[in-house]
């Protein structure tokens, strides 16, 4: 499949089968080719939110040694980086929550946990931090797999909606089976939840085809937004021997995601945030503060993290308008993940 075949596949507003998309990944990234691709879901992603990008803002409510050991996380147990637990009390979350919710360019508040924090203290937090924000804001979870009893409460908790992904190398690189992770996204859309996903965490060893195929599998449950993230070497890993994709390479996914996701998914986020990537087409990034999965530091935000304005910074960089208002990608409702 040649670029001509498609752009006009997406002009047509065609789907594309995983060969088509695989052929898209295996474009040389320094390629007249790419920059076409780049170019053309920039196009995508300006037509369909106006030109308006999103930032969001995520903090953790604990840090802790987690039995799930994905191999790209610092808080794997199984590597010792952080190794007694520690859970932010309820004021230190409420400060963290406004100081997102104080930020004009903040359009919604993720709360993280580790996969084995205390289920009944994330509600009682929670729903402490949803009496603090306003109204209007939107409050959403990055947690681990739910059942559909818990994915109820966190609704009734306040939360709008998820961010849940079928990540690279799921249950080979992690100890949670595919099946669970698609569960949890199904009882979070059953629910009332809207889920929002990501491919991740890219590494210069996941082959076309694996990108490819999660690339569709995203796309299927039709999300608030899809994307990719490269991912970041936690020094001592299993997976440090691989190195790390350039943020071009990225910028390449960033854009065949968008090209290959459906127009009902508006957000197309890329992370780390970067200026390349906001130009091939990505209109979501995250500010961080507190645990990052990404991080050895307690507090991101003195390392690796980036604050809403250094966000918004960026985008505007990329000649986005940057969105003041709740998020306009997860204000939706949605088809589910239809098989498991
Ligand atoms: S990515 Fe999440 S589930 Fe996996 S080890 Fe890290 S905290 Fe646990």
Redesign the pocket.
């Known amino acids: 499949m040649n670029i001509h075949d498609i752009i006009k596949k997406v002009n047509n507003r065609e789907a594309f089968t995983q060969q088509e998309v695989v052929s898209m990944l295996e474009i040389n990234p320094r390629s007249r080719e790419a920059a076409v691709l780049m170019g053309e879901s920039s196009r995508i992603s300006r037509e369909l939110t106006g030109n308006t990008a999103e930032v969001h803002g995520q903090f953790a409510l604990n840090l802790a040694p987690?039995?799930?050991?994905?191999r790209?996380?610092?808080?794997?147990a199984k590597y010792g980086i952080f190794k007694e637990p520690k859970e932010l009390t309820v004021q230190e979350c409420t400060e963290y929550a406004l100081g997102f919710d104080n930020s004009e360019e903040n359009a919604a508040v993720f709360l993280m946990t580790?996969?084995n924090y205390d289920f009944g203290k994330f509600i009682e937090i929670s729903s402490e931090v949803r009496k603090v924000l306003r109204p209007e804001t939107l409050m959403i979870a990055n947690v681990?797999d739910m059942t559909p009893e818990q994915a109820k409460r966190m609704k009734d908790a306040g939360f709008n909606g998820t961010y849940h992904a079928i990540r690279m190398g799921e249950g080979d690189k992690?100890n949670?089976p595919v099946k669970n992770r698609l569960k949890t996204i199904r009882a979070f859309q059953d629910a009332g939840l809207i889920v929002g996903t990501c491919v991740e965490p890219i590494g210069p060893e996941h082959t076309n085809e694996e990108i490819a195929e999660k690339i569709l599998l995203a796309a299927s449950f039709d999300p608030a937004f899809s994307g990719a993230m490269r991912r970041i070497t936690i020094p001592g890993s299993d997976l440090e021997q691989y190195g790390m994709i350039s943020e071009l390479r990225l910028a390449q996914i960033v854009a065949v995601t968008r090209i290959a996701t459906p127009m009902t998914v508006l957000g197309n986020c890329t992370h780390e945030p970067n200026v390349m990537g906001a130009m091939a087409g990505a209109n979501l990034f995250w500010a961080e503060v507190g645990g990052n999965?990404r991080d050895t530091k307690e507090k991101t935000e003195e390392n690796r993290g980036v604050s809403v304005a250094d966000c918004a910074k960026l985008l505007s960089e990329a000649e986005w308008q940057v969105a003041k208002h709740p998020s306009a990608y997860y204000n939706k409702t949605h088809g589910k993940l239809a098989e498991i």
């Not at 987690?66 to 994905?70: A, D, I, R």
């Not at 790209?72 to 794997?76: D, E, L, Q, T």
């Open positions: 987690c039995p799930v050991n994905c790209f996380c610092a808080f794997a580790t996969a681990g992690t949670a999965p």
